[in-house]
């Protein structure tokens, strides 16, 4: 028998890095429809909130209270927007929490007696913001420190510094510095519209370009990344930048509102800002989220806050309403990441 009449067998090429990447982005899919269901569940318990409150509580749904509930809430998630990105990509930002309040001493600073008008005073905020976060981005992804212990370092590195610039006391703003915070159409504060704006570029960012498609792959799994030819240190990078420069422009906002700056005005928002995001259907081990589930747990803080403020409730047990939903969310979203993966 002649040897050329025996089976010829094919060697199978090799794994290529684009052969890696549809598997990966179909997990992408497999988390965004796990977050979907989670949302509607917030969804109908923001609605069943609501009608709670609005049974209990009077002027719950008047005008004017909803106006400060969206008001209120729309500062927390510009915040949380950059929050939302970071978790997402599978890491945390502590660090919001010194921000806000450094990007509001350092406007106040700036602004103070006129030193600098108040557009250029804005983009120097908004670079301290970029320079906390690329400064945690610097010691995530190139000296791999874990998130936590980064970001918790930073916070209270922007923290001091902001105390240090107010010299312990309030800075007073001209009243040009507090624009922000004009009625705009219906009595609503520009700000307001600012977050909304920001809110719709976000989702439009991860919803339909590449870029929002990589953060979710980053997320999902760092090395699958890699391997799919993501620069997972340039996404890191990235969001954490980002989430500076959002949080030093809440900063901004707060000043804007009470024309005055103090190195603790909005060091809370850390808190508030995680609970929102993963209330809102983000998996603290990454890879799921998106900016309607964010803005719904920022509007369920907002209004629990709201209607305990109207039912008289004191403020420490709203600080323990708060922690219970953070810690249900949390639990919530590890049995859904368990779930999920063994299906």
């Known amino acids: 028998m002649s040897k050329h009449n025996s089976a010829t067998v094919t060697p199978s090429p090799p794994a290529s890095h684009e052969s890696q990447a549809p598997r990966w982005f179909g ?3 497999r988390g965004r429809r796990s977050r979907s269901m989670t949302t509607e569940g917030v969804l109908l318990f923001y609605i069943a909130l609501i009608i709670y409150f609005w049974t209990s509580a009077s002027h719950f749904m008047t005008y004017l209270n909803w106006v400060d509930i969206v008001s209120t809430a729309s500062v927390v998630l510009i915040v949380s927007l950059g929050q939302s990105l970071t978790i997402i990509s ?21 602004t ?3 030193t600098l008008s108040v557009g250029l005073s804005m983009i120097l905020v908004v670079i301290v913001g970029a320079a906390v976060g690329g400064l945690n981005a610097i010691v995530i992804a190139i000296f791999k420190v874990n998130p936590l212990i980064a970001t918790l370092g930073t916070l209270s590195a922007a923290g001091g510094i902001a105390f240090t610039i107010a010299k312990g ?3 007073q703003l001209p009243a040009a510095a507090g624009f922000l915070a004009n009625n705009g159409p219906g009595g609503i ?14 989702y439009v960012v991860l919803a339909h370009t590449a870029y929002g498609r990589r953060i979710y792959v980053v997320g999902g799994n760092a090395e699958a990344a890699r391997v799919a030819g993501i620069s997972v240190t340039g996404v890191q ?5 980002l989430s500076g420069i959002l949080a030093a422009f809440a900063g901004i906002v707060y000043a804007s ?17 995680v609970a929102a995001v993963v209330l809102g259907g983000a998996a603290i081990t990454g890879g799921t989220g998106g900016v309607f589930g964010t803005t719904l747990g920022v509007l369920v803080l907002g209004t629990v806050a709201d209607g305990m403020n109207l039912m008289l409730v004191p403020a420490f047990y709203q ?17 859904q990441g368990r779930f999920f993966k063994n299906r």
């Open 90 to 110: 599978g890491g945390f930002d502590l660090s919001v929490g010194g921000v806000v309040p450094l990007g509001a001493v350092v406007f106040a600073a700036l």
């Open 112 to 114: 103070h007696g006129h």
């Open 27 to 29: 997990l992408l899919a």
């Open 237 to 241: 990078f990235s969001v954490y930048m």
């Open 257 to 273: 509102q009470l024309l005055a700056a103090a190195g603790n005005v909005g060091s809370a928002l850390t808190l508030t800002s």
């Open 189 to 202: 504060p520009v700000y307001t519209f600012a977050a909304v704006g920001l809110s719709l570029i976000v």
């Open 319 to 335: 600080q323990i309403v708060t922690g219970g939903i953070l810690l249900f969310a949390v639990s919530f979203s590890q049995m």
């Open 169 to 171: 006391v309030t800075i």
